[in-house]
Every structure is written in C-alpha cells, then in structure tokens.
C-alpha cells in the first residue's frame, strides 16, 4: 500500500521568507510520481510541481522547488519569498501502477503569509 | 488555454432532489475523474473514466452515478443527495494513466443541500 504523511496542519510565515512543507511516502513501487498541489480558499487545485522517481535533480518552478530525498522517502516543498498570495493549504500526493495511477493524497498543510 | 471548465461553481439543491454537476475540458485528455472534498479534507476520489471505461470506487456510494458522452464531457448525478453529500466536487483530468502524467483540476462545483 502507498501512503503520503504531512505532518504539519498549519504553518505561519513572515512575508518574504522561505517556508518549508514537509512530506513523506511510502510505496514498494519503483517507479512513482510526485506531486504538490496548493488549494486556495476559492476551492480550485493548482498544480505546481512534478518529481519522478528516476529524476536526480531537484525539480523546480519558478518560486517552488522540491527536497526530493529518495533514500528517505522524503519530497519537501520549498517555496521562497513568499507572497501573501501563497496562503493556501498545500496537498502532497502521489501516483504509482499499483494503485492504478490514482492520486494518493497526503492529509495537507496550511500555510498562513503575514505581511 | 487549454483548461478543465466546471458548471455551475455553485449548486444549492434540496435534500432528496437529483441534481447534475457538469466538467468539460480541452485538453483531450483520456481520462476524467470525480472527487468529493469536505473541508479541510483531502479529495476522495469517487470515480474515473478512461475514455469510456468507467471505473468506480468500491465505496463510492450507490447515489453518485457518472455519465461521459463525449471525450469532452463528464457528468456527475447526485441521484437523491443527503445533508452528508454537501461537498465540494472536483474534476480532474490526466493524458493517460501513468505515474508521471500530472492530473490538472477544474475549479471545483461546491454544493449546499439543504
């Protein structure tokens, strides 16, 4: 079975500062893809970002970048300078042939910007 | 831009009384899906299409039926929704199904039963 664990419910970050959100997987599938979604409050599912299994760099979009540590099992959101706009909840998630390629979906993490 | 388009953003239906949310897209992706999302919830996912391979969640309950007529179109019916079903309902689709294809969202269809 795959499971995605976000540990952080909520988190407060001063505008302009980096913020971290921590993520966690577990699957016996070789072959997997990561991904990290924000929801603002008006509902809609933003993709940001993708990390394969197979990929050795980092990927990265702009302000978001992922900590991708296989060894770990560990695929951290970094967002830099963050924007009031960035508050969100933030949902890790996951997709793997064992489970038909559905998203498995980490419980997520809400991120509040302070100006 | 290619986008995954829901109708209406908001639903206010009375309990027992069937009700229809729609999804279109045009990115001409093969696969559809339908989650349900109650606050500060992860989605559930409820079902998927893949072309027109209906897929279903063993505990998508009997009261949620989908219909896809086209490759652009996906349907979810409420058949008699409950105070319980009050949700938010997102659709989602994917190119294919593979663990390296991203799944892009619509903006969601929240529904008050009242």
């Known amino acids: 079975a795959q499971k995605i664990t976000q540990t952080q419910p909520g988190m407060f970050v001063q505008e302009k500062e980096a913020v971290t959100l921590d993520c966690t997987y577990d699957?016996?599938?070789?072959?997997?893809?990561l991904f990290w979604y924000k929801q603002p409050s008006s509902g809609e599912m933003i993709f940001l970002i993708y990390?394969?299994?197979?990929?050795?760099q980092n990927a990265t979009e702009g302000r978001y970048s992922l900590n991708f540590q296989k060894a770990r099992k560990s695929a951290n959101l970094v967002i830099s300078a963050s924007q009031l706009g960035d508050s969100a909840m933030y949902f890790c998630?996951?997709?793997?042939?064992?489970?038909?390629?559905?998203?498995?979906f980490g419980a997520g993490t809400t991120v509040t910007v302070r100006a | 831009d290619a986008m995954v388009i829901q109708n209406p953003r908001y639903q206010v239906t009375q309990f027992g009384k069937p009700v229809t949310l729609s999804c279109s897209q045009t990115?001409?992706?093969?696969?559809m899906y339908w989650y349900q999302q109650k606050s500060s919830q992860a989605p559930k996912l409820l079902f998927h299409?893949?072309?027109?391979?209906?897929?279903n969640e063993a505990d998508t309950p009997d009261n949620f039926q989908s219909r896809r007529p086209n490759t652009s179109f996906c349907f979810l019916d409420i058949r008699s929704p409950g105070l319980g079903d009050a949700a938010m309902y997102l659709c989602?689709?994917?190119?294919?199904?593979?663990?390296?294809?991203?799944?892009?969202f619509g903006p969601g269809t929240r529904l008050l039963v009242l």
């Open positions: 699957t016996s599938d070789q072959s997997y893809g």
């Open positions: 998630a996951m997709r793997v042939f064992s489970n038909d390629y559905k998203l498995s």
């Open positions: 990115l001409n992706h093969n696969v």
């Open positions: 990390q394969g299994s197979y990929d050795e």
């Open positions: 989602a689709t994917s190119r294919v199904r593979a663990y390296q294809e991203t799944q892009y």
């Open positions: 299409y893949y072309d027109k391979d209906f897929n």
